[in-house]
């Protein structure tokens, strides 16, 4: 009898046991270099996770590009196996302009994903094969290449961001109408500490078209981002 109950006994455990590993290699699957269908239901988890922020944003009306601050808010981080990072921008009023979700995924290079969002626009970011696909309010723009530049989906340069490892800022170009490429501001990276509360943008073009400053956002945006998940 006893030896039936301990027989019993374990085979329950080996159950339980194989459930859970079985539990974790799917997990690991689904995570280690997921599908587009398993990436595009994260983005909608996201969108879940940040709702009670994105209701919180003040209105983008145009001119609060030049309030957004160099410092960001509240940030959270959670890691099990793969790691999700929640974090807001505000503005240099402390008033929340941007919120963002940042999930990485198990594969040993670089796969992940970001969503971003003001009040009236989205911002998808999926890092894959060193490259970004750029996606802006559920329209698909373009590839962002790992050296800051942004080809359209004819395989055209569209703009790009000049990273230099010692300069103070990034200067943003746009390839414009005329065929040449229009600087429209620049994404401040180093401030000194008299400043308190430093604003992210500076020497913005006053002339900066709707479309130009969608391209603009997304190209500093991610910067931004990228520098605090990481």
Avoid: C
Wanted: charged residues 20%; hydrophobic residues 40%.
């Amino acid at each position: 009898m006893i030896t039936l109950l301990v027989l019993g006994m374990i085979g329950v455990v080996s159950v339980f046991l194989f459930g859970m590993i079985a539990s974790g290699g799917r997990f690991y699957l689904l995570n280690y270099n997921p599908s587009k269908k398993k990436v595009l239901t994260d983005i909608k988890k996201m969108k879940k996770l940040l709702a009670p922020n994105i209701n919180e944003l003040i209105p983008w009306k145009g001119e609060e590009i030049n309030l957004l601050s160099l410092k960001h808010g509240s940030v959270q981080r959670k890691k099990r196996g793969t790691t999700v990072v929640q974090g807001t921008f505000n503005s240099i009023y402390h008033e929340p302009m941007i919120t963002y979700a940042y999930k990485k995924y198990m594969a040993k290079t670089e796969n992940a994903v970001i969503y971003a969002q003001t009040s009236n626009r989205s911002f998808q970011y999926r890092i894959k094969d060193q490259q970004i696909e750029l996606t802006i309010n559920n329209k698909f723009i373009g590839i962002l290449q790992s050296n800051g530049v942004l080809y359209n989906t004819k395989k055209k340069m569209l703009a790009r961001i000049n990273r230099k490892s010692d300069a103070p800022h990034y200067p943003v170009l746009i390839h414009s109408e005329k065929g040449h490429m229009k600087e429209l501001g620049t994404l401040v990276t180093k401030t000194t500490e008299e400043q308190i509360n430093p604003r992210a943008l500076q020497f913005l073009d006053p002339n900066m078209t709707d479309q130009e400053e969608m391209v603009f956002l997304s190209l500093v945006l991610f910067d931004m981002i990228y520098k605090v998940v990481k």
